[in-house]
T-cell receptor, first 110, second 114 residues
Framework: GESVGLHLPTLSVQEGDNSIINCAYS??????FIWYKQESGKGPQFIID?????DKRQGQRVTVLLNKTVKHLSLQIAATQPGDSAVYFC?????????FGKGTSLLVTP | DTGVSQDPRHKITKRGQNVTFRCDPI?????LYWYRQTLGQGPEFLTY????????KSRLLSDRFSAERPKGSFSTLEIQRTEQGDSAMYLC????????????FGPGTRLTVL
């Protein structure tokens, strides 16, 4: 069936380095993509979103890239900080229900 | 704090008991969603309301599960005859509902069925 998945389950980076988290999706009907951050014991927190008519969107220290040709989504975090340590999920939807991937655990080391 | 609140935050119950969770969305949000999340997995969609109307239900929502949003504001999710497999984090989210838009999540209710 259609699914959203992540290439790497865990990612360890040094404080100050840039982080890149990747995600593959298979539902070609999806037109809205979101990255969420989830800290232990908390609900997912919105980071950044992108619609299918765009290929790049920038926020504060974060950039999302969308490649519809290969159905790939990435999240770039600049100058990663200890507070960025969390699980990151990509999600997509062709309608209203979000379809989440399994998540990538980001660990920022000093 | 996103403005979406859920109660209780934790619930421990014995198998076979009924449980009810409450979600209070952001006040001006028309849409309300329920998701379930098990350890190490991403959230899975359960159901969604536009105002008081329940518009979409996942196959995950068995007949033991029922959700309501009677006045288009808060919502309740009830699980009858709980099973150990129901143990999970139950997340509520809300959105403005003007189009396919950003969903704001609450902190979740963690259910443990013994």
């Amino acid at each position: 069936g259609e699914s959203v998945g992540l290439h790497l389950p865990t990612l360890s980076v040094q404080e100050g380095d840039n982080s890149i988290i990747n995600c593959a999706y298979s539902n070609s009907a999806s037109d809205y993509f979101i990255w969420y951050k989830q800290e232990s014991g908390k609900g997912p927190q919105f980071i950044i979103d992108i619609r299918s008519n765009m290929d790049k969107r920038q926020g504060q220290r974060v950039t999302v890239l969308l490649n519809k040709t290969v159905k790939h989504l990435s999240l770039q975090i600049a100058a990663t900080q200890p507070g960025d340590s969390a699980v990151y999920f990509c999600a997509e939807t062709p309608g209203y229900a979000l379809n989440f991937g399994k998540g990538t655990s980001l660990l920022v080391t000093p | 704090d996103t403005g979406v609140s859920q109660d209780p935050r934790h619930k421990i119950t014995k198998r076979g008991q009924n449980v009810t969770f409450r979600c209070d969305p952001i006040s001006e949000h028309n849409r309300l969603y329920w998701y379930r999340q098990t350890l190490g997995q991403g959230p899975e969609f359960l159901t969604y309301f536009q105002n008081e109307a329940q518009l979409e239900k996942s196959r995950l929502l068995s007949d033991r599960f029922s959700a309501e949003r009677p006045k288009g504001s808060f919502s309740t999710l009830e699980i009858q005859r709980t099973e150990q497999g129901d143990s999970a984090m139950y997340l509520c989210a809300s959105s403005l509902g003007t189009s396919v838009d950003e969903q704001f999540f609450g902190p979740g209710t963690r259910l443990t069925v013994l």
